[in-house]
């Protein structure tokens, strides 16, 4: 899996903030979003 590093950074700070590791939070993260049925708005800039 690739993740950016913006994106672990900001868990990394929520594993700090929570004691919980940042791992586990991605982890729950993604499963709520299954939870829930949340899909992905994907918008690519248009061409010029």
Not at 17 to 36: A, F
């Amino acid at each position: 899996m690739r993740l950016s590093e913006d994106v672990i950074t900001h868990f990394k700070i929520m594993a700090g903030d929570t004691g919980v590791p940042y791992q586990s939070l991605i982890n729950l993260y993604l499963r709520d979003c299954v939870e829930q049925h949340r899909q992905v708005q994907i918008a690519w800039p248009a061409k010029a």
